[in-house]
């Protein structure tokens, strides 16, 4: 398509990258993206499956040979450490995404509705600790923790975690809340509803699909991380994320005992990302 102009001159109009393909190149182009994602996302999946499936001698050849064995995953669930970080990963993972949603749905809907010095103190304060490099935070909590008494404990874990969690997703949960008509909880008001009850009645069902998306985010964050967990705990509480690096010695990799923890760790997050992928999907439109 073509442009005229005062002297006749036609100038051709610029169109997307996807229009100057030939008919045929819109799917060549889509295959070929659809490959790069699986082989950057998915191939690795794949390749740490099937190392997890190969004896101790056969990790180093795994394209090569037929030999496969689920004795890797007997012997780790024999170790009764594995185990018992599982345990611990699912609990702490579930308490952060409850204990921290209490705090950070009503701090969402605090900087999105309200304003004055409590207020701008409040954002004051997020955005500051937002801004702190998350790995500056672990040596003053583990010095912080040892203080308190509450180092390798349920505790010591849970809060730097809901910390974390308030500062980043507040403004996450500020957003859903910004996109609610706030005249719905004006009406609840004039109708007697005091401010918290229409946040309740009203603004907070309201929200519902954005508290899912949140809720499994903090829940999947938690479960992946590695850093608080590696710092804040010895023996008495491990966590997931740390016991698969402890496959790791001088004396070399057990890369197939690693690679089997690994599968059995995506387990867990692929089911809730899986059944909670349609409220991620609603919560991120709201």
């Not at 608080?228 to 997931?240: D, E, R, V, W, Y």
Request: with cysteine; net charge neutral; aromatic share 16%.
């Amino acid at each position: 398509m073509s442009v005229a102009t005062d002297t006749g001159y036609t100038t051709p109009k610029r169109g997307s990258f996807l229009d100057a393909l030939a008919p045929g190149g819109k799917r060549v182009f889509f295959l070929l993206c659809v490959a790069a994602v699986l082989l950057l996302f998915a191939f690795p999946v794949f390749w740490l499956i099937l190392t997890s499936l190969r004896p101790a001698w056969g990790v180093y050849y795994v394209h090569r040979g037929l030999e496969f064995t689920l004795a890797n995953y007997a012997e780790v669930l024999e170790q009764e450490v594995v185990v018992h970080a599982f345990i611990n990963s699912f609990i702490i993972a579930t308490l952060a995404t409850v204990l921290s949603l209490a705090v950070t749905v009503t701090s969402g809907y605090m900087l999105s509705r309200f304003t004055g010095k409590l207020a701008n103190a409040w954002f004051g304060t997020i955005y500051i600790f937002r801004t702190v490099p998350y790995i500056t935070w672990v040596l003053p909590l583990y010095f912080v923790t040892q203080w308190w008494g509450i180092f390798d404990s349920y505790l010591g874990l849970l809060l730097p975690h809901i910390a974390v969690h308030i500062c980043f997703f507040s403004w996450l949960m500020k957003g859903f809340f910004d996109g609610i008509d706030p005249s719905m909880e004006s009406a609840a008001l004039i109708d007697g509803c005091t401010r918290w009850g229409a946040f309740v009645r009203v603004a907070l069902p309201a929200a519902m699909p954005g508290i899912a998306a949140l809720s499994i985010l903090c829940w999947l964050w938690t479960w992946n991380e590695f850093l608080f967990a590696l710092i804040l705990t010895s023996h008495n509480t491990p966590m997931i994320t740390v016991v698969m690096a402890q496959f790791v010695s001088e004396l070399g990799t057990e890369w197939n005992l690693m690679s089997a923890t690994a599968a059995m760790a995506m387990v867990p997050a692929l089911i809730v990302a899986v059944f909670g992928q349609k409220y991620v999907v609603r919560g991120l439109k709201v």
